[in-house]
């Protein structure tokens, strides 16, 4: 079983629908959570940390389930701009290395 | 310039060829990585170090080694290229687990 494990996709949606991607992780040690950005042939970025209590980055918003080990993040009012490929990322529990989950791609079209 | 550079860019080599990835980093990160990444994998850490003296195998090391020659760089070498090791290669840095800064990435085929 593959540590974070995600929908490889593709979410095809319409500009402005709100989108919802989902990630499990195996390693209940893990204590750091993260979304990357992948634009197509490029490096991934950091989209935002993930915490216990949820966070919210203007239309991105993340959350975080421990007891049932996964992560999810929402897309509202989805812009063309947002399709890209959303990494899931958990630490590897104590040894403090990211583990990177295969991926979703979103794809918004007009 | 960039906050992580990586050379070359693109790369075509042939089988059994010793190859060198660079990478150098301006951010003064103590931590960086090597990833690959394939189609349908994700990203796989190759090797990463913590300090100029230490040097860790990540989960798919085999067939690669590195060098940390400085804080600011880590280079990874194929000491014998083989086909299943084109890949898109990445450096990474980092302060603590926080925030990892990326490279451009490096594109290699073995032939």
């Known amino acids: 079983r593959k540590e974070v494990e995600q929908d490889p996709g593709p979410f095809n949606v319409p500009e402005g629908a709100t989108v919802a991607f989902n990630c499990t992780y195996s390693?209940?040690?893990?204590?750091?959570f993260f979304w990357y950005r992948q634009d197509c042939r490029k490096e991934p970025k950091l989209l935002m940390s993930?915490?216990?209590s949820g966070n919210e980055d203007g239309r991105f918003t993340a959350q975080l389930n421990r007891a049932s080990q996964y992560i999810s993040l929402l897309i509202r009012d989805s812009k063309l701009s947002d399709s890209a490929t959303y990494l899931c990322?958990?630490?590897?529990?104590?040894?403090?290395?990211?583990?990177f989950g295969a991926g979703t791609r979103l794809a918004v079209h007009p | 310039d960039a906050d992580v550079t990586q050379t070359p860019r693109n790369r075509i080599t042939k089988t059994g060829k010793r190859i060198m990835l660079e990478c150098s980093q301006t951010?003064?990160?103590?931590?960086m990585y090597w990833y690959r990444q394939d189609p349908g994998l994700g990203l796989r850490l190759i090797y990463y170090?913590?300090?100029?003296?230490?040097?860790n195998k990540g989960e798919i090391s085999d067939g690669y080694s590195v060098s940390r020659q400085a804080q600011a760089k880590f280079s990874l070498s194929l000491e014998s290229a083989i086909p299943n090791q084109t890949a898109l290669y990445f450096c990474?840095?980092?302060?603590?687990?926080?925030?990892?800064?990326f490279g451009s990435g490096t594109r290699l085929t073995v032939v």
């Open positions: 990474a840095t980092s302060e603590d687990n926080y925030g990892y800064t």
């Open positions: 390693n209940s040690a893990s204590q750091s």
């Open positions: 993930v915490y216990s």
């Open positions: 990322v958990v630490n590897s529990g104590g040894y403090n290395k990211l583990i």
């Open positions: 951010k003064g990160h103590d931590r």
């Open positions: 170090s913590f300090d100029v003296k230490d040097i």
